[in-house]
């Protein structure tokens, strides 16, 4: 059974930073590229970042661009959002989600094709 569970979430004031992991089991970690996302309060969800199985590239949101960094590390099963100088525009349920799709996809078709998905995590930034 495949498993992705989120962590690090919370309140934060704007300026802040926060690190969200997700950590995977069930699955070969390895194959898959990984995608962030968001769903802020009345809204849709929205791609935020995503990360290549391999070599490691990443792809990110123009809004969440030089702010937040997207990282793996495939022995632990864990992929990382680091995010710095949060704005209250950034609060939201942030997940993670796994494809056995090229992480440059995820960019363009969004949620959509992505295989298994965490159930979330509450970012809230404050102004």
């Known amino acids: 059974q495949v498993q992705l569970g989120e962590s690090g979430g919370g309140l934060v004031q704007a300026g802040g930073s926060l690190r969200l992991s997700c950590a995977a089991s069930?699955?070969?970690?390895?194959?898959?590229?990984m995608g962030w996302f968001r769903q802020a309060p009345g809204k849709e969800r929205e791609f935020v970042a995503a990360i290549g199985r391999s070599f490691f590239t990443t792809y990110y949101a123009d809004s969440v661009k030089g702010r937040f960094t997207a990282s793996r590390d495939n022995a632990k099963n864990t992929v990382y959002l680091q995010m710095n100088s949060l704005k209250p525009e950034d609060t939201a349920v942030y997940f993670c989600?796994?494809?056995?799709?090229?992480?440059?996809?995820?960019?363009?078709?969004?949620?959509?094709?992505?295989?298994?998905w965490g159930k979330g995590t509450l970012v809230t930034v404050s102004s």
């Open positions: 989600a796994a494809t056995l799709r090229r992480a440059d996809t995820i960019v363009n078709s969004g949620e959509v094709g992505m295989d298994y």
């Open positions: 069930g699955l070969t970690f390895s194959n898959y590229a």
